[in-house]
């Protein structure tokens, strides 16, 4: 059994930064790709970005420049700063573990507002 727990999301203005986090229980997650999703309202999850075991990352073309993962083993936890947010990063967002199945945290409102 996996759990994962976000925290770290808030209101923020336009411009400005949050750190992500998401700690998972159990001894896998250090063999595991880590990814972030996240849902504006009335739309569909996106792949924000993901990080392998090795640490080789990925990005959507939407936060390329903008969003930073990284992942400590030693604590069981991946991070996803975020910086220069726009109205459009407004979502909840999801962290998942990637084993023979893909475990969901329950997730993190961020809104980005003035």
């Known amino acids: 059994q996996v759990q994962l727990v976000e925290s770290g999301g808030g209101l923020v203005q336009p411009g400005g930064s949050l750190t992500l986090s998401c700690a998972a229980s159990?001894?896998?997650?250090?063999?595991?790709?880590m990814n972030w999703f996240r849902q504006a309202p009335g739309k569909g999850r996106e792949l924000v970005a993901g990080i392998t075991p090795g640490g080789n990352t990925n990005y959507a073309d939407s936060v390329k420049g903008r969003f930073t993962v990284s992942r400590d083993n030693a604590k069981n936890t991946v991070y996803l700063q975020m910086n220069d947010l726009k109205p459009d990063d407004t979502a909840v967002y999801y962290c998942?573990?990637?084993?023979?199945?893909?475990?969901w945290g329950q997730g993190t409102q961020v809104t980005v507002s003035s």
């Open positions: 998942t573990l990637l084993t023979s199945r893909v475990w």
């Open positions: 159990g001894s896998v997650f250090s063999r595991n790709t």
